[in-house]
């Protein structure tokens, strides 16, 4: 009888050993991946172009002061810079031509930071051997920062480097404040590299401004340091 009650104790007591050595048993099968850490943190988006910065602090308040605007809205701004190439030339010279308009066409692309639109002539021209629909002008449209930065890259980089340069006229605006010129060759951008250059290329530069006035179309762009000539005949002015 004794023996019978021992080995109803030890029973149990094997029953609650094989449970917990299940319990402590780990499941088969590949082990598990750690975690290393998350996803790569995005990076920092680049900062504002800097004659933004320029434009509140600087030149809102002197334009403001000057024309008596009563808002920071009513002070004229930058809307958008055009830039254009005429290569009308080029498209009437057969594939040596379209090969030109297409190195063009890259130059611009990296002068602009955005790939330019191809412009079709509307109308045929027997003189200069232009069909309806040929492919001669390049044109881009620069908004928001990359205005902006063209607009920095060219008075502090483009402007120095071109020769014997004494300014721009400041008499270049038509009546709603929009600002015209040009440059003769693509090289004074240092994007552009002279050597790979096989051809002078000019281009023109359009500012468009939301001001209604020459005046004070002037005055926004000599605040950001456009290089005027101080040697202009004032309108009206009659050389003595």
Known sequence: ????????????????????????????????????????????????????????????????????????????????????MGVGKYAVAGGEGKAKIDQAEKELS??????PVRTKAKKSV??????????????????????WEFLDRMLTLAFPRVKDFRGES??????NGNYNFGFTE?????????????FQQGMN???VTTAHKTEEGRELLKLFGFPFRADEKEPGRRSS
């Open 1 to 84: 009888m004794a023996d019978k009650e021992k080995e109803k104790q030890k029973k149990p007591q094997q029953q609650q050993k094989q449970q917990g050595g299940k319990k402590d048993k780990k499941p088969k099968g590949p082990a598990e991946e750690v975690d290393e850490g998350g996803p790569e943190e995005a990076s920092t988006p680049a900062p504002p172009p800097r004659l933004i910065a320029h434009y509140r602090e600087k030149v809102v308040p002197e334009l403001k002061q000057k024309f008596g605007y009563s808002n920071n809205f009513a002070v004229p701004r930058l809307e958008k810079i055009v830039i254009s």
């Open 110 to 115: 990296v002068i602009a930071g955005q790939k």
């Open 126 to 147: 027997a003189n200069f051997k232009v069909r309806e629909g040929m492919e001669t002008g390049l044109k881009v449209t620069l908004r928001g920062n990359r205005m």
């Open 170 to 175: 400041p008499e270049s605006f038509d009546n």
């Open 186 to 198: 693509q090289t004074v951008f240092p994007e552009v590299d002279a050597a790979a250059v096989n």
């Open 205 to 207: 530069v359009t500012i």
